[in-house]
């Protein structure tokens, strides 16, 4: 079913104008965004992760009609981070850094690689821009975005120049809750030669939301891009979290955690793109599902042709608190190079009932035994989290979760 059914009546060229003009876009940002408009009638909606015999998600029922109001999006943001580094809503970036932009707006994520980042690059009216020079080493960098409106369209570029860093913590969430709502967040990491750049993001959007998020990488030679990506939020998220180690020796690891609970449906993946020689890579996702929610996981490994030497590491662990919820992963290594370490794995299963039944009988009552089990299986993922607020934060939820379900 091609996407181009979906195209609501009411998205016209006249709004896409309107929303450029509001943020004094220069003249080439106006025709990639009607470009982008223009080829929502053939592009498809992005691929959905599969398992054999199995397709998890239907995007093609979300009902674009009722829930992108374009011209309404009403938001509160904090964009905030050290005076070395420049932190910029769009509109600012768009005044002081234009060539920037240029450069690298669209060049990671192409803006017509299918409808969704076609409809977000038509009609994103709010965003942030993190420029880091040559040397600058920017820590507490925050970005805080909460939804007053039935759809918002966030895009977000970081550009680290030689030897930064930078540490960036985003959150979404929720505010005024409307009936039903629709996020979508574009993020595109520009990370320079022995950069270093780590991205933690926690969604936590109102239950009644989908949520549409693609964040992808580029890493130059001695480049590091490490990913955070927590999913408590919404009805249905799609969501890609990906790098392309494209310089000599550059790293990743992208962490994921997830709880889903009620009917919320997660569809996420991780992808790592090794391109050079002696480039490194680790994906570590856990995630919980409980009543009758549903997660399907996919993790891609691919080792290019020339990319010699290469350590890459997956493993997803998924914990399910009730017969009725469903989980699936397809953990997958694509090699073309044979000078490669890389292995993947992943588990779907329940509480260990012999694990269960040793606290107990130690006098520990059944519910706080599970939520102790619960808790600890995070932990290796908690391990990883090198941001300290964002490891609290998902503590915080994980044990304000099963106080609910308790």
Same mark, same amino acid.
């Given at each position: 079913m091609s996407a181009g059914t979906q195209v609501h009546a009411n998205l016209t060229e006249e709004q896409v104008r309107e929303i450029s003009d509001g943020l004094d876009e220069p003249? %080439?940002?106006?025709?990639?965004?009607?470009?982008?408009?223009?080829?929502?009638?053939?592009?498809?909606? @992005?691929?959905?992760?599969?398992? @054999? =015999?199995?397709? %998890?998600t239907n995007l093609h029922e979300l009902d674009f009609e009722s829930l992108v109001d374009p011209l309404n999006a009403a938001e509160n943001k904090d964009q905030v981070g050290p005076d070395e580094a420049e932190v910029l809503p769009w509109s600012d970036a768009v005044a002081e850094h234009e060539e920037l932009l240029k450069e690298h707006f669209g060049s990671i994520v192409d803006p017509q690689e299918n409808y969704l980042t076609a409809l977000s690059t038509a009609l994103f009216s709010t965003g942030t821009v993190v420029y880091v020079p040559e040397g600058v080493d920017a820590e507490d960098v925050t970005i805080r975005t909460e939804q007053n409106s039935s759809s918002l369209f966030n895009y977000t570029l970081v550009v680290t120049e030689e030897s930064s860093s930078v540490t960036i913590m985003e959150r979404q969430s929720t505010g005024e809750e409307a009936e039903e709502q629709y996020y979508s967040g574009i993020v595109e990491v520009?990370? =320079?030669? #022995?950069?270093?750049?780590? *991205?933690?993001?926690?969604? #936590?959007?109102?239950?009644?939301? *989908? #949520?549409?998020a693609l964040k992808r990488g580029d890493a130059d030679t001695y480049a590091t891009i490490n990913w955070i990506e927590v999913n408590f939020g919404t009805q249905l998220t799609k969501s890609g979290v990906s790098t392309e180690l494209n310089g000599d020796s550059s790293e990743t690891q992208i962490v994921g955690a997830f709880y889903g609970h009620n009917d919320q449906h997660f569809d996420l993946d991780a992808k790592v793109w090794h391109r050079a020689e002696h480039t490194t890579a680790d994906l570590v996702t856990r995630g919980v599902t409980d009543d009758i929610a549903r997660s399907v996981y996919e993790g891609v490994q691919d080792v290019g042709r020339d990319a010699w030497d290469t350590s890459s590491y997956q493993r997803e662990?998924?914990?399910?608190?009730?017969?009725?919820?469903?989980?699936?992963?397809?953990?997958?290594?694509?090699i073309n190079n044979h000078d490669t370490e890389a292995s993947h794995s992943a588990t779907v299963g329940q509480i260990d009932q012999?694990?269960?039944? *040793?606290?107990t009988s130690r006098g520990i009552s059944p519910r706080a035994a599970r939520n102790m089990l619960v808790e600890g299986f995070f932990v290796p993922v908690l391990d990883e989290i090198a941001v300290d607020e964002l490891r609290e934060d998902l503590e915080d939820l994980v044990a304000a979760r099963l106080r609910k379900r308790d």
């Amino acid at each position: 079913m091609s996407a181009g059914t979906q195209v609501h009546a009411n998205l016209t060229e006249e709004q896409v104008r309107e929303i450029s003009d509001g943020l004094d876009e220069p003249d %080439w940002l106006l025709e990639t965004r009607l470009e982008a408009l223009e080829a929502l009638e053939e592009l498809d909606m @992005p691929d959905v992760i599969r398992t @054999p =015999g199995r397709d %998890w998600t239907n995007l093609h029922e979300l009902d674009f009609e009722s829930l992108v109001d374009p011209l309404n999006a009403a938001e509160n943001k904090d964009q905030v981070g050290p005076d070395e580094a420049e932190v910029l809503p769009w509109s600012d970036a768009v005044a002081e850094h234009e060539e920037l932009l240029k450069e690298h707006f669209g060049s990671i994520v192409d803006p017509q690689e299918n409808y969704l980042t076609a409809l977000s690059t038509a009609l994103f009216s709010t965003g942030t821009v993190v420029y880091v020079p040559e040397g600058v080493d920017a820590e507490d960098v925050t970005i805080r975005t909460e939804q007053n409106s039935s759809s918002l369209f966030n895009y977000t570029l970081v550009v680290t120049e030689e030897s930064s860093s930078v540490t960036i913590m985003e959150r979404q969430s929720t505010g005024e809750e409307a009936e039903e709502q629709y996020y979508s967040g574009i993020v595109e990491v520009v990370a =320079g030669e #022995n950069s270093n750049v780590q *991205y933690g993001s926690l969604q #936590n959007l109102s239950e009644e939301a *989908y #949520n549409f998020a693609l964040k992808r990488g580029d890493a130059d030679t001695y480049a590091t891009i490490n990913w955070i990506e927590v999913n408590f939020g919404t009805q249905l998220t799609k969501s890609g979290v990906s790098t392309e180690l494209n310089g000599d020796s550059s790293e990743t690891q992208i962490v994921g955690a997830f709880y889903g609970h009620n009917d919320q449906h997660f569809d996420l993946d991780a992808k790592v793109w090794h391109r050079a020689e002696h480039t490194t890579a680790d994906l570590v996702t856990r995630g919980v599902t409980d009543d009758i929610a549903r997660s399907v996981y996919e993790g891609v490994q691919d080792v290019g042709r020339d990319a010699w030497d290469t350590s890459s590491y997956q493993r997803e662990n998924t914990l399910m608190l009730s017969d009725e919820s469903e989980a699936d992963a397809s953990p997958k290594l694509i090699i073309n190079n044979h000078d490669t370490e890389a292995s993947h794995s992943a588990t779907v299963g329940q509480i260990d009932q012999e694990d269960l039944l *040793y606290m107990t009988s130690r006098g520990i009552s059944p519910r706080a035994a599970r939520n102790m089990l619960v808790e600890g299986f995070f932990v290796p993922v908690l391990d990883e989290i090198a941001v300290d607020e964002l490891r609290e934060d998902l503590e915080d939820l994980v044990a304000a979760r099963l106080r609910k379900r308790d």
